[in-house]
């Protein structure tokens, strides 16, 4: 990285690139912190597979089995939820995601809080729907890479006996499988918070706290 | 009638900008305005009578109503199965309306799924889709009959013109038909309160939500695959893309 500066550091137009479109230094800094960890991670080296995503959804699907048959209540379901997103799924990514560009604003306490709250909220929202919706056993169907991601695909079927279309996405960008997204009949759960959470901030002036306060109140 | 519906899409086809993407909005403030009129029409009206209609009625009328209204829509969509080229859908969905509204008593009884003849619904705004390349255009929010898009409306409009009650009952008898519609579309709000519960009254923003709700469902049923070319990776550009978006990676 120093020569490549070094060598353009007399000429007008890249110098202009430089201060323009070149990261900080602490930008360059984190890079090369992450591609020394890369280097020394394990993981990072070992993609995964389709069949691999598939048995990642089948054991976080194994601990809510007969999603409307068993006896647990709604509360009890939701709490398993939660617990089985904090295990299989990326809530950190999911949160960083939905908060977008307020996510660089964000204190580190805050974005730990926000995170927080909003496994409570997804785990709440989404557990209810699913639950409703999708009220018997989730069958898994296929699995396939999609772009940098895994799709596993999945049907259940709803109280009046109707299909119901799952898709799990699963991604090892993180060294790791870990679930990102649920998509109920082509609705995505990432897209939809991304844009309500985005609303909300905006409700708010983009105030991170109180959108914590008031996701809190809600649960 | 049904030429015209074609030839009008034609043109609008046209008119129209190639598939735009799912966050342009032309006509927001007037699709705000018919949603919180929905919004309103559903707090009041159609969402406290389908709970009452959902506690008082038992499960076989709601049942029957649902089998009468589906029944009536199967002449649409044999038509539109055979447009499609889904020539063997047609069939069934022809046979069955024949055999239901017979043997059947208008519908209210099913009796061509006993004989292995299934419904397979589809619709006009699938016609335009599939037959005719017809792109979805600006999202629309019809007052009383909820979201939609600009090809779905004209659907819409060319599949209630193919429903037999409007050929059949005379325009003088007219209330027997609305009531009729009214009490499916009741029954219907009711199977749906799931989806649409949290969609009206548990978001901040309703309007969003319903949009992309309804923009990424109607894409699943007409491209059967989602997620589309343009989904979102959480973890996309881990590096300088993300952190231009996101900050620093590391917490």
Redesign the interface.
């Known amino acids: 990285m120093r020569n490549y500066s070094a060598r353009f550091r007399n000429n007008a137009a890249s110098r202009q690139f430089l201060t323009g479109a070149m990261p900080t230094r602490r930008r360059m800094l984190a890079m090369a912190a992450l591609s020394a960890a890369a280097a020394f991670c394990p993981a990072a080296g070992f993609p995964l597979n389709a069949d691999e995503a598939r048995e990642h959804v089948q054991k976080m699907l194994a601990a809510f089995k007969d999603v409307g048959l068993s006896q647990i209540s709604d509360d009890e379901f939701i709490a398993e939820f939660e617990e089985a997103l904090g295990k299989f799924g990326d809530v950190q990514i999911i949160a960083r995601a939905a908060l977008g560009k307020s996510w660089r604003i964000a204190s580190k306490s805050q974005s730990r809080e926000f995170t927080e709250i909003f496994q409570s909220y997804l785990a709440r929202k989404y557990g209810r729907i699913l639950r409703k919706y999708a009220s018997r056993e989730i069958a898994i169907k296929s699995s396939r890479k999609f772009k940098r991601l895994y799709e596993v695909n999945s049907t259940a079927r709803s109280a009046s006996n109707r299909p119901i279309n799952i898709r799990w996405m699963v991604s090892d960008s993180s060294g790791e499988a870990k679930l990102v997204d649920i998509i109920l009949e082509g609705v995505s759960m990432l897209g939809a918070e991304r844009s309500e959470i985005q609303a909300m901030l905006s409700k708010r002036s983009g105030d991170i706290d109180t959108l914590i306060n008031d996701l809190k109140a809600r649960l | 009638m049904l030429a015209l519906a074609i030839s009008t899409a034609a043109i609008i086809n046209f008119a129209l900008p190639a598939a735009g993407r799912m966050d342009e909005d032309p006509f927001e403030p007037i699709n705000r305005t018919a949603h919180a009129g929905n919004l309103v029409l559903d707090r009041y009206i159609a969402k406290p009578a389908s709970e009452i209609y959902g506690s008082a009625m038992p499960a076989e009328f709601a049942n029957a109503v649902q089998r009468i209204s589906s029944n009536l829509s199967l002449p649409s969509s044999a038509l539109n199965q055979f447009l499609q080229f889904q020539f063997e859908r047609g069939m069934h969905n022809s046979l069955r309306f024949i055999i239901n509204s017979t043997i059947g008593i208008a519908g209210t009884f099913d009796v061509a799924t006993y004989m292995g003849i299934y419904e397979y619904k589809t619709d006009f705004g699938t016609t335009l889709h599939n037959t005719f390349g017809m792109s979805s255009g600006p999202y629309v929010v019809l007052p009383i009959f909820g979201p939609s898009n600009v090809r779905d409306s004209l659907g819409f409009a060319a599949d209630t013109l193919l429903n037999p009650l409007y050929w059949v009952v005379p325009s003088m008898d007219a209330a027997p038909v609305v009531s009729f519609n009214a009490l499916a579309a009741i029954g219907k709000r009711h199977?749906n309160a799931?989806?649409i519960d949290?969609l009206y009254y548990?978001?901040?923003?309703s309007y969003?939500?319903t949009r992309?709700?309804f923009t990424?469902?109607?894409?699943?049923?007409l491209r059967g695959g989602?997620?589309g070319e343009d989904?979102?990776?959480?973890?996309?550009g881990?590096?300088?893309i993300y952190?231009e978006?996101?900050?620093?990676?590391?917490?």
């Open positions: 199977a799931t989806i949290p548990e978001s901040e923003d969003g939500q992309l709700y990424q469902n109607r894409d699943f049923e989602f997620p989904y979102f990776d959480p973890y996309i881990t590096g300088e952190e978006l996101f900050g620093p990676f590391s917490e």
